[in-house]
């Protein structure tokens, strides 16, 4: 941009030496019978020039900014989706069994969170902070053991890394509930859902309680 606007200045603007063979030219000219004409049409010559070449300036600056403008403003993410580590993240308020959360992340092109590292559990902590309203306030992420008891898979059907577990102390217990309290799940808990108690903040839950949840698809590429 600084180039840009001192070739502007320098194109808009006459230089000494210009100003110098002007004036030489204008005082040859006031002899009788002069060459004014001549000497006007140089002169238009010289600005018609000056203006085409500011023309090319304006019309180069105004790409160099469109094409600054359009890389700023990329959608590296849709709107209600939140950047992290090139992934994005959507924390659906909406609460609904673990399939049915699964669908609306699908429906979206994206997936139950997958999380692959520390760091990306760190954030959702982080994140989830902001947004639980109790500790009951919690949500669905994409591990589940519903095809074979204890064997927790992953939605991309990768198992879980053993060191990578981020379990409550106590979970998961597989827990089938208590008719006298009016939860009673013969299939015990398979889906898994989390809060913010520290890091080790995932607990298994009944697939079919409703929940909200956390969405995640890689970033948009950019043009
Ligand atoms: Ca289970
Ligand atoms: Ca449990």
């Given at each position: 941009m600084y180039i840009y606007?001192?070739?502007?200045?320098?194109?808009?603007t006459p230089s000494a030496d210009e100003t110098t063979y002007s004036n030489v030219n204008y005082s040859k000219t006031q002899r009788p019978g002069s060459k004014q004409p001549a000497a006007s049409n140089r002169r238009s010559g010289v600005t018609s020039e000056r203006v085409a070449l500011l023309v090319l300036s304006v019309l180069l600056a105004a790409a160099v900014t469109a094409l600054g403008v359009t890389h700023?403003?990329?959608p590296r993410c849709e709107d209600g989706w939140e950047p992290h580590g090139g992934k994005c993240y959507f924390f659906s308020l909406f609460t609904s069994?673990?399939?049915q959360s699964r669908?609306?992340?699908?429906?979206m092109r994206g997936d139950l969170v997958v999380i692959n590292n520390r760091e990306e559990q760190e954030f959702l902590v982080s994140r989830l902070m902001e947004k639980m309203d109790n500790p009951e306030d919690k949500f669905w992420i994409g591990l589940t053991d519903s095809k074979k008891e204890d064997e927790w898979l992953w939605v991309d059907n990768t198992r879980l890394d053993p060191r990578l577990k981020f379990w409550r102390d106590g979970e998961p217990d597989n827990w089938t509930g208590s008719k006298s309290d009016g939860e009673d799940y013969p299939?015990?808990?398979?889906?898994v859902r989390m809060g913010v108690e520290y890091l080790q903040s995932w607990s298994d839950k009944s697939c079919e309680s409703p929940q909200k949840s956390i969405c995640e698809k890689p970033e948009e590429a950019c043009p």
């Open positions: 606007v001192y070739f502007c200045v320098a194109v808009a700023e403003a990329c069994s673990w399939n669908r609306q992340c699908r429906s299939d015990g808990e398979d889906c």
